[in-house]
């Protein structure tokens, strides 16, 4: 994922020279120290003025002062010698030239941008005074800088607008009679040219921090936690500027291009919607640059390659134009010459731009100009001083990839190994140096050098396993497919077998570090609601937070720091942000060991430990075995997991062809004008060659398979895959996969094992919770409208409030439900009516499932709409429509069960249900991932299978088939869910009116699905026991 580069720059040049240099120097003042009372600001905060006490003023001047508004440094006062004015002379023009000359004049152009114009302040009766209406650059806030002559001396002032009368009591005696504070608003609106919004030093420090926060965390990859930030930073904005701020544009850009490294393509793009118009008309062409740059960055993450490199070529031309302008003198604080080059940030930017155009020509194979476009970045970094001299491994970095996309090994190697060299003295190691890493991997699998690739990648895994507790590792499935790729090379030339299974266990390994973004997200949510019902958890995950950022933001200093020349490095303030990290390395380890210690279910949840190859495959059958895939764009792998070993091979076709296939086959399984099509059986039967060619033969004496399906593959019902060619014969006589195999399907390997290994709960008392036909009233619509407003739920942006009534209210009925539910509770034999609730219509809302004691029914049957989609935006999640109240108050009856609610609620169900589902998704997105970030959450929360649908079935055929579950399940659920699914399938299969695989193949076991007589270890039994 591309991160914010701009984030650096604002780093660099407010961060650093103004917070390291500036706030850092004064926050050791000491209320001891001689102060000043000052006027309060016009919010009523008490504020006094300080002397600056670590710096002499020049000759003949006073010291400078800091302003401190409720203990909080929030302005400053400096002076300057002002010379006599001659007569004639302007007086206005000559306080202006002063501070133009002055020691603050550049540090003030670095921090805000301020109009040409000023204002006298006549209205608040000091004539001579001059104000500056101004921005801080970081934030967008307004900022007012005050020229106030006095004698031969020009007091420079600064601070937010409330501070107005502050500034002018620190410099100009008291008055008998004060301008009232109505006074002082009108001149702040003739000094702005309208309503100016008063922050308070809490708001603006809080704001800071925030912003600075955001950042950080974001070039350490850590997405969630910048997210978050970066809207409670535009939130504050929001309240307190005007919309069309350009400052809320840049956060909004800010905040888009984050969602976009989590790959929430629709979303991001409706940011930068936002965004757009307020850019358009800003009066500044960096502004423009820096979106078409970032529009580049998104629209890399969305593999959208030909349209990043239109917008990073735009970028570049655009950068190049403003880096070749007229320059500002940006030099030090004290007024003397500077080494920094004064177009530094605008040559950065063009740097960067340079950088994402070359990538992308490489992705498109323009390698010529992805060559010129690199070397050319990195001239530029060799040649200006002043910018950050990590970015230089990004731009190796790239040239690196583009010297292995050539052929040239040897090159891409020095490149590569130049990259950590550089990044590692400026930020340390860490994750931040896996891409390099991975790059020299690959780099090696390209040249057929498997060895090497695979040695290379082991290097790399022992690294992450030596990163702490805690650490967040972003490892995508690119990543990992040219280890693949090596692994089953590399395997061909093996002929002991032993030695093979040495190899393919390494790549077990690796396949546990991928997980779908989309189940990520919702795992993410569920414990985010965990914590918040949870008062001591939420305090620890607030410290963990806390924690994370300081040890971030000391290492982002120090990484500043370290890169400056020797002449200018400090060893002290070196060893103070070394001994920060370190505190804050040690202070994360003993909270997330905390963690682990009083919260174990919340940390297998969020941060599962690797699995162990053969404690594994010991707990599989002799007659099961685990598949699982890794989707890659070009070349996808299948991992066959059985009790006497791992088998790996290669798929040769990647995401959009296997995707296209399962369109394919999706759409004769959905009804189309009341009808259903035919299915084509010899596409199913091409797919299943495809798929398990690699390793057909080691399926042959197997009837389970568990399946840990990804990308389109999590939207397929493997069932309906046929293995033998078809022949025209009909779908009784087919040989679909399921009359060979019954069917589970987990959400990862690790969930599988946790559900193999947990220990056996007492048997509920009550049979059977249902609800069904929650009260909608939109029409009963075609299919397509009926995935309208289902998409449009799923795509709401609410944040943390509750979902639309009338958005839920406003879905097609699902009247055959209530019959649905009826069958099946006649299924369950002869029952008492104290072991059956079944909620339909108005009474199936979220407010009874609350009072009802869910842990009590072995059976929990949900038939209504699922909400699965295939991105999730915002807070969104995936979840089950309930009634919905008239207005919604809060999320805990809104009408929407979503995945972190169903994760905090209290299930020991053997089955649940969810009927009605359907993860086809609109765009091409399947909800596949959705429906397992689902899965994930009913497990958590105690419920041990779920059976789903993949899509929605007419309430008759659901009926027969639920029906025949159940009878072969048994009135004690002995037979287990997967099995009975099998002969269910089956009996609708044998039938020629049933046969077609609408009626049969849509429902799926997630889960373990096993009975426990058919373990080969009982549950919660240890392998200690049972090893030979």
Same mark, same amino acid.
């Given at each position: 994922?591309?991160?914010?580069?701009?984030?650096?720059?604002?780093?660099?040049?407010?961060?650093?020279?103004?917070?390291?240099?500036?706030?850092?120097?004064?926050?050791?003042?000491?209320?001891?120290?001689?102060?000043?009372?000052?006027?309060?600001?016009?919010?009523?905060?008490?504020?006094?003025?300080?002397?600056?006490?670590?710096?002499?003023?020049?000759?003949?001047?006073?010291?400078?002062?800091?302003?401190?508004?409720?203990?909080?440094?929030?302005?400053?006062?400096?002076?300057?010698?002002?010379?006599?004015?001659?007569?004639?002379?302007?007086?206005?023009?000559?306080?202006?030239?002063?501070?133009?000359?002055?020691?603050?004049?550049?540090?003030?152009?670095?921090?805000?941008?301020?109009?040409?114009?000023?204002?006298?302040?006549?209205?608040?009766?000091?004539?001579?005074?001059?104000?500056?209406?101004?921005?801080?650059?970081?934030?967008?806030?307004?900022?007012?800088?005050?020229?106030?002559?006095?004698?031969?001396?020009?007091?420079?002032?600064?601070?937010?607008?409330?501070?107005?009368?502050?500034?002018?009591?620190?410099?100009?005696?008291?008055?008998?009679?004060?301008?009232?504070?109505?006074?002082?608003?009108?001149?702040?609106?003739?000094?702005?040219?309208?309503?100016?919004?008063?922050?308070?030093?809490?708001?603006?420090?809080?704001?800071?921090?925030?912003?600075?926060?955001?950042?950080?965390?974001?070039?350490?990859?850590?997405?969630?936690?910048?997210?978050?930030?970066?809207?409670?930073?535009?939130?504050?904005?929001?309240?307190?500027?005007?919309?069309?701020?350009?400052?809320? &544009?840049?956060? !909004?850009?800010? @905040?888009?291009?984050?969602? *976009?490294? /989590? =790959? +929430?393509?629709?979303? %991001?793009?409706?940011?930068?919607?936002?965004?757009?118009?307020?850019?358009?008309?800003?009066?500044?062409?960096?502004?423009?640059?820096?979106?078409?740059?970032?529009?580049?960055?998104?629209?890399?993450?969305?593999?959208?390659?030909?349209?990043?490199?239109?917008?990073?070529?735009?970028?570049?031309?655009?950068?190049?134009?403003?880096?070749?302008?007229?320059?500002?003198?940006?030099?030090?604080?004290?007024?003397?010459?500077?080494?920094?080059?004064?177009?530094?940030?605008?040559?950065?930017?063009?740097?960067?731009?340079?950088?994402?155009?070359?990538?992308?020509?490489?992705?498109?194979?323009?390698?010529?100009?992805?060559?010129?476009?690199?070397?050319?970045?990195?001239?530029?970094?060799?040649?200006?001083?002043?910018?950050?001299?990590?970015?230089? &491994?990004?731009? !190796?970095?790239? @040239?690196?990839?583009?010297? *292995?996309? /050539? =052929? +040239?090994?040897?090159? %891409?190697?020095?490149?590569?190994?130049?990259?950590?060299?550089?990044?590692?003295?400026?930020?340390?190691?860490?994750?931040?140096?896996?891409?390099?890493?991975?790059?020299?991997?690959?780099?090696?699998?390209?040249?057929?050098?498997?060895?090497?690739?695979?040695?290379?990648?082991?290097?790399?895994?022992?690294?992450?396993?030596?990163?702490?507790?805690?650490?967040?590792?972003?490892?995508?499935?690119?990543?990992?497919?040219?280890?693949?790729?090596?692994?089953?090379?590399?395997?061909?030339?093996?002929?002991?077998?032993?030695?093979?299974?040495?190899?393919?266990?390494?790549?077990?390994?690796?396949?546990?570090?991928?997980?779908?973004?989309?189940?990520?997200?919702?795992?993410?949510?569920?414990?985010?609601?965990?914590?918040?019902?949870?008062?001591?958890?939420?305090? !620890?995950?607030?410290?963990?937070?806390?924690?994370?950022?300081?040890?971030?933001?000391?290492?982002?200093?120090?990484?500043?720091?370290?890169?400056?020349?020797?002449?200018?490095?400090?060893?002290?303030?070196?060893?103070?942000?070394?001994?920060?990290?370190?505190?804050?390395?040690?202070?994360?380890?003993?909270?997330?060991?905390?963690?682990?210690?009083?919260?174990?279910?919340?940390?297998?949840?969020?941060?599962?430990?690797?699995?162990?190859?053969?404690?594994?495959?010991?707990?599989?059958?002799?007659?099961?075995?685990?598949?699982?895939?890794?989707?890659?764009?070009?070349?996808?792998?299948?991992?066959?997991?059985?009790?006497?070993?791992?088998?790996?091979?290669?798929?040769?076709?990647?995401?959009?062809?296997?995707?296209?296939?399962?369109?394919?086959?999706?759409?004769?399984?959905?009804?189309?004008?009341?009808?259903?099509?035919?299915?084509?059986?010899?596409?199913?039967?091409?797919?299943?060659?495809?798929?398990?060619?690699?390793?057909?033969?080691?399926?042959?004496?197997?009837?389970?398979?568990?399946?840990?399906?990804?990308?389109?593959?999590?939207?397929?019902?493997?069932?309906?895959?046929?293995?033998?060619?078809?022949?025209?014969?009909?779908?009784?006589?087919?040989?679909?996969?399921?009359?060979?195999?019954?069917?589970?399907?987990?959400?990862?390997?690790?969930?599988?094992?946790?559900?193999?290994?947990?220990?056996?709960?007492?048997?509920?008392?009550?049979?059977?919770?249902?609800?069904?036909?929650?009260?909608?009233?939109?029409?009963?619509?075609?299919?397509?409208?009926?995935?309208?407003?289902?998409?449009?739920?799923?795509?709401?942006?609410?944040?943390?409030?509750?979902?639309?009534?009338?958005?839920?209210?406003?879905?097609?009925?699902?009247?055959?439900?209530?019959?649905?539910?009826?069958?099946?509770?006649?299924?369950?034999?002869?029952?008492?009516?104290?072991?059956?609730?079944?909620?339909?219509?108005?009474?199936?809302?979220?407010?009874?499932?609350?009072?009802?004691?869910?842990?009590?029914?072995?059976?929990?049957?949900?038939?209504?709409?699922?909400?699965?989609?295939?991105?999730?935006?915002?807070?969104?999640?995936?979840?089950?429509?309930?009634?919905?109240?008239?207005?919604?108050?809060?999320?805990?009856?809104?009408?929407?069960?979503?995945?972190?609610?169903?994760?905090?609620?209290?299930?020991?169900?053997?089955?649940?249900?969810?009927?009605?589902?359907?993860?086809?998704?609109?765009?091409?997105?399947?909800?596949?991932?959705?429906?397992?970030?689902?899965?994930?959450?009913?497990?958590?929360?105690?419920?041990?299978?779920?059976?789903?649908?993949?899509?929605?079935?007419?309430?008759?055929?659901?009926?027969?088939?639920?029906?025949?579950?159940?009878?072969?399940?048994?009135?004690?659920?002995?037979?287990?869910?997967?099995?009975?699914?099998?002969?269910?399938?089956?009996?609708?299969?044998?039938?020629?009116?049933?046969?077609?695989?609408?009626?049969?193949?849509?429902?799926?076991?997630?889960?373990?699905?096993?009975?426990?007589?058919?373990?080969?270890?009982?549950?919660?039994?240890?392998?200690?026991?049972?090893?030979?």
């Amino acid at each position: 994922m591309l991160k914010i580069i701009r984030s650096y720059l604002k780093l660099l040049f407010l961060t650093i020279c103004y917070g390291t240099i500036f706030s850092q120097s004064f926050a050791q003042d000491k209320p001891k120290i001689q102060q000043q009372g000052l006027y309060d600001n016009l919010i009523d905060e008490k504020c006094v003025a300080r002397p600056r006490v670590d710096m002499l003023p020049p000759p003949g001047l006073p010291v400078d002062k800091m302003v401190y508004c409720n203990d909080q440094l929030v302005a400053s006062v400096s002076a300057e010698k002002l010379a006599a004015i001659d007569e004639g002379e302007d007086f206005k023009a000559k306080l202006m030239d002063t501070y133009a000359n002055s020691r603050v004049y550049n540090l003030n152009t670095k921090r805000m941008r301020c109009e040409d114009k000023t204002t006298n302040l006549a209205k608040i009766k000091w004539e001579n005074a001059l104000a500056y209406p101004c921005k801080l650059s970081n934030g967008g806030w307004p900022h007012l800088v005050v020229l106030l002559p006095r004698e031969d001396k020009l007091y420079i002032a600064e601070g937010a607008p409330s501070l107005l009368p502050t500034l002018i009591s620190a410099v100009y005696p008291k008055r008998k009679e004060e301008p009232t504070k109505s006074t002082y608003t009108e001149s702040l609106q003739e000094i702005f040219g309208g309503p100016v919004p008063l922050a308070s030093s809490k708001d603006l420090k809080n704001f800071d921090k925030i912003l600075a926060d955001a950042r950080t965390a974001n070039t350490q990859g850590r997405y969630q936690d910048s997210e978050s930030l970066f809207r409670k930073a535009l939130d504050l904005q929001t309240k307190l500027l005007n919309e069309k701020d350009i400052s809320i &544009a840049e956060t !909004l850009m800010d @905040l888009a291009l984050n969602v *976009s490294n /989590q =790959g +929430r393509d629709e979303e %991001a793009l409706a940011l930068f919607r936002r965004a757009d118009p307020i850019i358009q008309v800003s009066p500044n062409d960096s502004d423009r640059a820096r979106f078409a740059s970032y529009q580049g960055y998104h629209e890399a993450n969305s593999k959208r390659y030909d349209k990043a490199l239109q917008f990073s070529s735009g970028a570049v031309g655009s950068w190049r134009k403003i880096a070749a302008g007229p320059s500002v003198d940006f030099s030090s604080l004290f007024g003397e010459s500077s080494d920094a080059d004064p177009r530094a940030a605008e040559k950065g930017e063009l740097a960067l731009a340079l950088n994402l155009q070359a990538n992308m020509a490489l992705r498109l194979e323009q390698n010529e100009l992805a060559q010129a476009a690199a070397s050319e970045a990195l001239q530029i970094l060799n040649d200006t001083a002043g910018l950050p001299r990590w970015w230089k &491994a990004d731009i !190796l970095l790239t @040239l690196g990839k583009i010297a *292995s996309a /050539q =052929g +040239r090994l040897s090159a %891409a190697e020095k490149f590569l190994n130049t990259a950590l060299a550089e990044r590692g003295i400026s930020t340390g190691d860490g994750p931040h140096l896996l891409p390099i890493r991975f790059a020299l991997a690959k780099a090696y699998t390209s040249e057929a050098m498997h060895t090497s690739s695979i040695i290379t990648y082991r290097q790399i895994f022992k690294k992450i396993k030596s990163f702490p507790v805690g650490t967040k590792v972003n490892i995508k499935k690119e990543d990992i497919l040219p280890f693949a790729a090596s692994i089953v090379q590399h395997a061909k030339t093996i002929k002991d077998d032993r030695e093979k299974q040495g190899l393919f266990n390494e790549a077990f390994d690796a396949f546990q570090l991928l997980r779908p973004s989309v189940v990520e997200d919702t795992i993410s949510k569920a414990s985010a609601r965990l914590a918040i019902n949870d008062p001591d958890l939420a305090k !620890l995950l607030e410290d963990i937070q806390n924690a994370e950022r300081e040890r971030d933001a000391a290492n982002v200093e120090l990484s500043y720091e370290s890169s400056l020349p020797d002449d200018q490095r400090s060893k002290l303030i070196e060893d103070q942000l070394t001994l920060r990290k370190k505190t804050a390395f040690l202070q994360l380890q003993k909270l997330n060991k905390e963690i682990n210690t009083r919260f174990p279910n919340y940390a297998t949840l969020t941060a599962p430990k690797p699995l162990n190859t053969v404690d594994f495959r010991n707990r599989i059958g002799a007659t099961e075995g685990a598949v699982s895939f890794i989707v890659g764009e070009s070349k996808s792998f299948i991992q066959l997991i059985r009790r006497d070993g791992i088998f790996i091979g290669e798929i040769k076709e990647g995401e959009e062809s296997l995707n296209e296939s399962v369109q394919a086959l999706r759409s004769a399984l959905e009804l189309k004008a009341g009808t259903i099509n035919e299915f084509d059986s010899p596409l199913s039967y091409s797919l299943y060659n495809r798929l398990f060619a690699p390793v057909k033969d080691k399926l042959l004496d197997l009837n389970h398979l568990i399946i840990i399906p990804s990308g389109p593959l999590a939207s397929l019902p493997f069932s309906l895959l046929i293995e033998k060619d078809p022949k025209n014969e009909g779908y009784e006589k087919a040989s679909w996969m399921v009359n060979r195999m019954a069917f589970s399907y987990s959400p990862s390997l690790k969930t599988f094992y946790s559900q193999r290994t947990a220990e056996k709960n007492s048997t509920p008392t009550k049979k059977l919770f249902a609800l069904a036909n929650p009260l909608l009233t939109g029409e009963k619509v075609q299919k397509k409208n009926s995935e309208k407003g289902l998409s449009a739920l799923a795509t709401s942006c609410r944040q943390a409030g509750p979902a639309s009534s009338d958005l839920i209210r406003s879905l097609a009925p699902l009247p055959d439900t209530e019959s649905e539910v009826k069958n099946v509770k006649n299924s369950l034999g002869k029952t008492e009516e104290s072991e059956i609730q079944i909620y339909t219509r108005k009474e199936a809302n979220e407010e009874n499932l609350r009072k009802v004691q869910l842990k009590d029914y072995r059976v929990l049957y949900f038939a209504t709409h699922g909400l699965l989609p295939g991105e999730l935006k915002c807070q969104a999640e995936p979840g089950l429509v309930l009634t919905p109240p008239k207005k919604a108050e809060s999320r805990n009856n809104d009408g929407l069960l979503e995945a972190s609610e169903i994760a905090s609620l209290k299930l020991n169900a053997d089955l649940v249900v969810l009927s009605a589902c359907n993860t086809a998704g609109s765009g091409g997105k399947f909800g596949g991932d959705a429906l397992s970030g689902l899965a994930e959450a009913f497990f958590y929360a105690g419920a041990k299978s779920l059976v789903v649908s993949h899509w929605q079935v007419p309430s008759k055929a659901t009926a027969s088939l639920m029906s025949k579950m159940f009878e072969e399940l048994g009135a004690e659920l002995e037979l287990g869910a997967s099995l009975a699914m099998r002969k269910a399938q089956t009996a609708l299969i044998s039938k020629k009116e049933t046969s077609h695989p609408f009626f049969w193949a849509a429902f799926v076991v997630v889960g373990d699905g096993i009975a426990d007589s058919w373990l080969p270890i009982p549950r919660g039994e240890k392998l200690a026991k049972n090893a030979k």
